[in-house]
């Protein structure tokens, strides 16, 4: 989300100047142009994350518990509540011990393909919260 604001906040400013520079036919397509590329990144950025399935049910549960724990880990970090985030954060050591004693050595002994997927969901699952929104 930083980089979604981030984005939004340039494009304002390119807005505000292109407005003092309406006199010119160009101004109104650029502005034009702007307006679309911020319709397409906030459109992106709140596209939902579609869970993969993996033929181990351990597996399985653990991708499902994961996008449950990073929607509340955003829920508490953008709230600033500190029983919240006390609570994801000891989620998250245990997630981590999950895929790391279990998850990963199960899905590259079992399949590249499996295990190349299982990547991609946890960058997608990183992006999601290095764009969530921050405390205000």
Same mark, same amino acid.
């Given at each position: 989300?930083?980089?979604?604001?981030?984005?939004?906040?340039?494009?304002?400013?390119?807005?505000?100047?292109?407005?003092?520079?309406?006199?010119?036919?160009?101004?109104?397509?650029?502005?034009?142009?702007?307006?679309?590329? %911020?319709?397409?990144? %906030?459109?992106?950025?709140?596209?939902?994350?579609?869970?993969?399935?993996?033929?181990?049910?351990?597996? =399985?549960?653990?991708?499902?518990?994961?996008?449950?724990?990073?929607?509340?880990?955003?829920?508490?970090?953008?709230?600033?509540?500190? =029983?919240?985030?006390?609570? %994801?954060?000891?989620?998250?050591?245990?997630?981590?011990? =999950? =895929?790391?004693?279990?998850?990963?050595?199960?899905?590259?002994?079992?399949?590249?393909?499996?295990?190349?997927?299982?990547?991609?969901?946890?960058?997608?699952?990183?992006?999601? %919260?290095?764009?969530?929104?921050?405390?205000?």
């Amino acid at each position: 989300m930083k980089s979604k604001i981030f984005i939004i906040s340039l494009c304002a400013t390119f807005l505000f100047v292109f407005a003092a520079c309406k006199n010119s036919p160009k101004a109104d397509a650029d502005e034009q142009k702007t307006e679309a590329v %911020v319709e397409e990144v %906030v459109e992106e950025a709140e596209k939902p994350i579609e869970i993969p399935t993996f033929k181990d049910e351990k597996v =399985q549960k653990f991708v499902n518990d994961y996008a449950a724990f990073v929607d509340e880990y955003i829920e508490a970090y953008t709230a600033n509540d500190a =029983q919240k985030i006390k609570k %994801v954060t000891e989620k998250a050591k245990k997630l981590a011990t =999950q =895929q790391k004693n279990y998850v990963e050595p199960t899905l590259i002994k079992t399949s590249a393909v499996q295990y190349q997927k299982f990547v991609e969901f946890m960058g997608k699952m990183a992006d999601k %919260v290095n764009k969530a929104p921050q405390a205000k």
